[in-house]
């Protein structure tokens, strides 16, 4: 989007997210989308396999076209950075490499359950297909390509209630068994998966000289599009707000700075962050270790820099407020959480915890605290993981937002906005 990013309102903020969670159907998708935002706004792209000559600027580079670091360089840079960070991948249903499944006169697709969907809600949707292909090209090279059908092409059919009486009351999903996608009647023979995807890949890239697919990484996702909605418009509804609402947050405000920014995209934060893109992966201390001349800068770096790790946290829920500590309960529309947990599986500190509560009086924006219920498990995310690989003061905010994992999630648009006010606030400070 174009603009002066300070200047944009709660309402042109939101339609620019709901614009940039659409065309995100996946990791792949959320990372080419941010890097077309920065590009416009000046940034120039970075690749690790070549010689860099870092100077005053604008910088990003991605890894596996799935993970994405920007960076506004500080001078000197041991003023440390002010980084944000998120994550790109949400909890779903991958496509399997021997995906074709005939039977019973249809054609089916087998999947890999990624990360702790909420399976139910899984059910009865219009599904479509997106992901990324590895091309061999007509002149011997290899290309990854993005692709994405925009256009429902399945679902997975509840089984009636007359045929299962106890459902209402006793509903499991058996994973294997029951979450296949139907996808038509069955498929001429000797037309494979692969066929289709070439299909669509010559329907996407009609110019595009390619021999044959490789290989996939492919993703169902609902074709239904995030909205805005609730009597007086107060909440955003659609898929992957469980972390494109955060990497968002982070784009924008990171737009908007001029200087000492970073932002951190990982992918892999659903499966537990532990991988060549993953928050507990090389990735940002690599790029780090890069920028600074040797280990003294980069200590001093560190040590002057924070880290606003933003992902989602659960809102009071009215239905079930049973569920959580109600002193410490987000509600929706009422502020960004910090989240707290002294056993470690959030970073918040007492420090960092003073720095964003300051921050956000000084923009007159509420926050609210979020520490679970002693019964219950805590989630975690990528702020504790980047905190104790690079010994960064960490703080783990999001926000309030429910149905987590849901196909379908909810969140407030007051919360969306006021999150990217206090960042861009952090990223304005010195
Ligand atoms: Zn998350």
Same mark, same amino acid.
């Given at each position: 989007?174009?603009?002066?990013?300070?200047?944009?309102?709660?309402?042109?903020?939101?339609?620019?997210?709901?614009?940039?969670?659409?065309?995100?159907?996946? !990791?792949?998708?959320?990372?080419?989308?941010?890097?077309?935002?920065?590009?416009?706004?000046?940034?120039?792209?970075?690749?690790?396999?070549?010689?860099?000559?870092?100077?005053?600027?604008?910088?990003?580079?991605?890894?596996?076209?799935?993970?994405?670091?920007?960076?506004?360089?500080?001078?000197?840079?041991?003023?440390?950075?002010? &980084?944000?960070?998120?994550?790109?991948?949400?909890?779903?249903?991958?496509?399997?490499?021997?995906?074709?499944?005939?039977?019973?006169?249809?054609?089916?697709?087998?999947?890999?359950?990624?990360?702790?969907?909420?399976?139910? +809600?899984?059910?009865?949707?219009? %599904?479509?297909? !997106?992901?990324?292909?590895?091309?061999?090209?007509?002149?011997?090279?290899?290309?990854?390509?993005?692709?994405?059908?925009?256009?429902?092409?399945?679902?997975?059919?509840? %089984?009636?209630?007359?045929?299962?009486?106890?459902?209402?009351?006793?509903?499991?999903?058996?994973?294997?068994?029951?979450?296949?996608? %139907?996808?038509?009647?069955?498929?001429?023979?000797?037309?494979?998966?692969?066929?289709?995807?070439? /299909?669509?890949?010559?329907?996407?890239?009609?110019?595009?000289?390619?021999?044959?697919?490789?290989?996939?990484?492919?993703?169902?996702?609902?074709?239904?599009? !995030?909205?805005?909605?609730?009597?007086?418009?107060?909440?955003?509804?659609?898929?992957?707000?469980?972390?494109?609402?955060?990497?968002?947050?982070?784009?924008?405000?990171?737009?908007?700075?001029?200087?000492?920014?970073?932002?951190?995209?990982?992918?892999?934060?659903?499966?537990?962050?532990?991988?060549?893109?993953?928050?507990?992966?090389?990735?940002?201390?690599?790029?780090? %270790?890069?920028?600074?001349?040797?280990?003294?800068?980069?200590?001093?770096?560190?040590?002057?820099?924070?880290?606003?790790?933003?992902?989602? /946290?659960?809102?009071?829920?009215?239905?079930?407020?049973?569920? &959580?500590?109600?002193?410490?309960?987000?509600?929706?529309?009422?502020?960004?959480?910090?989240?707290?947990?002294?056993?470690?599986?959030?970073?918040?500190?007492?420090?960092?915890?003073?720095?964003?509560?300051?921050? /956000?009086?000084?923009?007159?924006?509420?926050?609210?605290? =979020?520490?679970?219920?002693?019964?219950?498990?805590?989630?975690? +995310?990528?702020?504790?993981? +980047?905190?104790?690989?690079?010994?960064?003061? +960490?703080?783990?905010?999001?926000?309030?937002? =429910? /149905? &987590?994992?849901?196909?379908?999630?909810?969140?407030?648009?007051?919360?969306?906005?006021?999150?990217?006010?206090?960042?861009?606030?952090? &990223?304005?400070?010195?």
């Amino acid at each position: 989007m174009d603009g002066d990013c300070m200047k944009l309102t709660n309402h042109s903020f939101n339609e620019a997210l709901l614009n940039y969670i659409n065309q995100s159907p996946t !990791a792949y998708h959320a990372t080419y989308e941010a890097k077309q935002i920065l590009l416009k706004k000046g940034y120039t792209e970075l690749f690790e396999k070549d010689s860099w000559k870092i100077g005053q600027g604008k910088y990003l580079v991605s890894r596996n076209d799935s993970s994405l670091i920007a960076f506004t360089t500080p001078s000197p840079l041991t003023d440390g950075f002010k &980084m944000a960070g998120a994550h790109t991948d949400s909890p779903g249903l991958k496509i399997k490499p021997n995906a074709c499944k005939k039977g019973n006169n249809y054609f089916q697709v087998a999947v890999e359950v990624y990360g702790g969907p909420l399976l139910n +809600t899984w059910f009865d949707r219009d %599904l479509s297909l !997106a992901g990324a292909v590895f091309v061999e090209m007509e002149d011997l090279t290899f290309q990854k390509v993005l692709i994405d059908f925009k256009r429902p092409l399945g679902i997975i059919a509840s %089984l009636a209630i007359h045929l299962d009486r106890e459902a209402n009351d006793k509903k499991s999903v058996q994973k294997q068994k029951e979450l296949l996608p %139907l996808l038509g009647i069955t498929l001429t023979p000797n037309v494979s998966f692969l066929d289709l995807l070439e /299909a669509q890949l010559v329907k996407q890239y009609p110019n595009l000289k390619f021999k044959k697919i490789l290989d996939y990484d492919l993703s169902l996702f609902d074709e239904s599009p !995030a909205k805005i909605i609730g009597i007086n418009e107060e909440f955003i509804v659609g898929a992957r707000l469980d972390n494109l609402l955060s990497c968002f947050i982070n784009l924008m405000a990171i737009t908007s700075s001029t200087t000492n920014s970073l932002i951190v995209l990982n992918d892999h934060e659903e499966c537990g962050s532990t991988s060549t893109t993953g928050a507990d992966g090389s990735f940002l201390k690599d790029i780090l %270790l890069r920028i600074c001349k040797d280990q003294e800068e980069y200590q001093r770096m560190i040590a002057s820099s924070m880290l606003i790790s933003c992902d989602n /946290a659960h809102a009071l829920h009215p239905n079930f407020p049973e569920k &959580m500590d109600e002193a410490h309960a987000p509600i929706i529309n009422q502020g960004p959480a910090i989240k707290i947990n002294n056993n470690q599986r959030y970073a918040t500190n007492l420090e960092t915890s003073g720095i964003f509560t300051h921050l /956000a009086q000084t923009v007159d924006i509420p926050v609210q605290k =979020f520490s679970s219920r002693n019964d219950m498990p805590c989630g975690s +995310t990528i702020g504790p993981i +980047t905190s104790s690989l690079l010994g960064v003061k +960490t703080i783990d905010v999001g926000v309030p937002t =429910f /149905a &987590m994992h849901s196909i379908r999630e909810t969140a407030g648009i007051k919360d969306s906005f006021y999150l990217y006010q206090i960042i861009s606030k952090y &990223m304005h400070t010195n």
